[in-house]
């Protein structure tokens, strides 16, 4: 027998108090530790001093190599950055070159770094639903499940800010740079998407550069988002469909009922159905439970199944 099996058998009220507890255990260890420094507690204040930083840096060496303005500087430094790469504006001398190769790798770099932190915040997100489904079925809270259109919420907000960048973008081109309606929804797209073909840009002028530069920022961030909160919402749809079918299928045979009884005693406490949820849905493996509880039974020095502040006591001294 098993450690876990050891554990749960013949233990009822200790079942209990193990069945209630551990999936918030997992869901604690699901999640990102609580952060102490007020940049820890505002994840995008570290890279948004390193964007400014970054962008700054160009924009000095820019002005001071080619005499360009600030906004031309800055303009130029945010197609690079996002990588549109309208083709307008380049570098001609050796030393230009190489600093935009360091300058280049080094936004690449940022980018991966961005998008890493966006994968990882969708699977935070997964962990969160999912540990939050697992909750709510073993702790038997009643109540509704979320709406579906709950988990596309700050998808379609997402969608509905970039649209509004988009209409911006659109009605710029249009108005002040006195492109055509196909002209304007082409140059808005292909540099909200990166793709900057170089065929339409904008005129020469500070107010333009300025603006481009800014928006830019928010048009590529902008659908990066959507794409990523959408992806998001999907795979949560997903995961739910998988958790509620896992679910459904639990204690539909009579070789489920033997699986699930680990001890053989003829029946299946909460834990027992607990711990085998858990391994079906792939959130934990038989030998990781082994191994804590094989821990916890060196700690319970009586047997007693619970481990009491004299215990402690003389495992400390």
Same mark, same amino acid.
């Given at each position: 027998?098993?450690?876990?099996? %050891? *554990?749960? &058998?013949?233990?009822?009220?200790? &079942?209990?108090?193990?069945?209630?507890?551990?999936? $918030?255990?997992? %869901?604690?260890?699901?999640?990102?530790?609580?952060?102490?420094?007020?940049?820890?507690?505002?994840?995008?204040? $570290?890279?948004? %001093?390193?964007?400014?930083?970054?962008?700054?840096?160009?924009?000095?060496?820019?002005?001071?190599?080619?005499?360009?303005?600030?906004?031309?500087?800055?303009?130029?430094?945010?197609?690079?950055?996002?990588t549109v790469g309208y083709g307008d504006f380049y570098p001609l001398d050796s030393a230009s070159k190489l600093f935009i190769v360091a300058y280049v790798i080094c936004a690449i770099s940022a980018i991966a770094t961005y998008l890493s932190g966006v994968v990882e915040g969708v699977i935070e997100k997964q962990a969160e639903h999912l540990t939050n489904v697992l909750s709510r079925r073993f702790d038997g809270e009643q109540g509704k499940e979320e709406p579906e259109e709950g988990v596309f919420s700050e998808a379609l907000q997402s969608l509905a800010f970039f649209a509004l960048v988009f209409v911006i973008g659109l009605g710029f081109f249009v108005f002040d740079q006195k492109k055509s309606l196909v002209d304007a929804l082409y140059v808005t797209t292909i540099s909200s998407s990166t793709v900057g073909y170089g065929d339409l840009t904008i005129e020469p002028t500070a107010r333009a550069e300025l603006f481009t530069s800014v928006w830019l920022v928010f048009s590529t961030i902008g659908l990066a988002k959507v794409i990523g909160d959408f992806s998001a919402a999907f795979a949560a749809k997903n995961q739910q469909r998988f958790i509620d079918s896992v679910l459904e299928s639990a204690l539909t045979s009579t070789g489920d009922f033997r699986q699930m009884d680990s001890?053989?005693?003829?029946?299946?406490? $909460?834990?027992?159905? *607990?711990?085998?949820?858990?391994?079906?849905?792939?959130?934990?493996? $038989?030998?990781? *439970?082994?191994?804590?509880?094989?821990?916890?039974?060196? *700690?319970?020095?009586?047997? &007693?199944?619970?481990?009491?502040?004299?215990e402690v006591v003389k495992l400390d001294s």
């Open positions: 027998m098993s450690e876990s099996s %050891a *554990l749960l &058998s013949g233990q009822p009220e200790i &079942s209990k108090a193990y069945g209630a507890n551990l999936i $918030k255990s997992f %869901a604690k260890v699901s999640m990102p530790p609580e952060r102490g420094s007020p940049a820890d507690r505002i994840p995008w204040l $570290k890279p948004l %001093a390193f964007s400014v930083l970054f962008i700054f840096v160009g924009v000095a060496f820019f002005m001071a190599r080619f005499g360009w303005s600030f906004s031309k500087a800055l303009y130029f430094c945010i197609v690079t950055i996002t001890d053989q005693d003829g029946r299946i406490t $909460k834990a027992e159905f *607990l711990v085998s949820m858990l391994e079906r849905m792939d959130l934990v493996q $038989k030998n990781d *439970l082994d191994e804590i509880l094989g821990r916890f039974d060196e *700690l319970d020095l009586d047997g &007693s199944g619970y481990v009491d502040r004299s």
